[in-house]
């Protein structure tokens, strides 16, 4: 969120940080809106003695109750050509006024930021998901899957315009295994695969490799 704003903020575009982070703590960046006024994950542990997965998930419910209300009332404080930058707990996605970044548990396993999202978009928010993946991802074939799966959990679930961005890039020493994955051969990536699996999922490789392709 940080670079995002700092980039915004030189293009001369009206940015706003908005945290959905329960247990976030420190930003380098202003936020315009917190969830933690509404709730945080601290005291939802103690009170609830819920572990940290179970007390996200109330957390996040939580704030879907109060779509109309906190929400609302933040959202009006905005102008139609303002971006709104959402930073959830871990995913990412842009939205024309909006971004989100967040874990995948919320896109994949319960509804909570789906209905988020079709909240925002009948208060006519013009939304586009940009998944963020970190570039490890692709210097193993087995990450590589398991990231578009992730990826393609997320698209699913929301339903939105989505882009894919590779994050860290600094990160990654050996330029060509971008060029391999950015734009991959299906049956390589289904041979490396075979060498890393038992030969009892090949049938399952086939169909991941024609899923991701």
Known sequence: CSSLYQHCETLGRSIHIVNLDPAA???????????????????????LGLGPNGGLI??????????DDWLNEELDNYLDDDYLVFDCPG??????????IGQIELFSHVPVLRNFVEHLKRKNFNV????LLDSQFITDVTKYVSGCMASL??????????INILSKMDLVT???????????EPHHLLS??????????????????ELVR
Do not use: G, T
């Open 91 to 100: 995913i990412s996605f842009a939205w024309m006024r909006i971004y989100f």
């Open 58 to 67: 109330y957390c996040m419910e939580h704030l879907e109750d109060n779509l």
């Open 25 to 47: 703590e420190n930003f380098d960046y202003p936020v315009a809106m917190d969830i933690r006024e509404l709730i945080s994950l601290d005291d939802v542990m103690e009170e």
């Open 128 to 131: 586009c998901a940009v998944y």
């Open 192 to 209: 490396e695969l075979n060498e890393r699996m038992a030969p009892r999922f090949k049938k399952l490789n086939k169909s991941l490799i």
């Open 153 to 162: 959990s997320a698209m699913v679930q929301l339903e939105v315009p989505h």
């Open 174 to 184: 050996n330029k060509r295994d971008v060029e391999n994955y950015l734009d991959p």
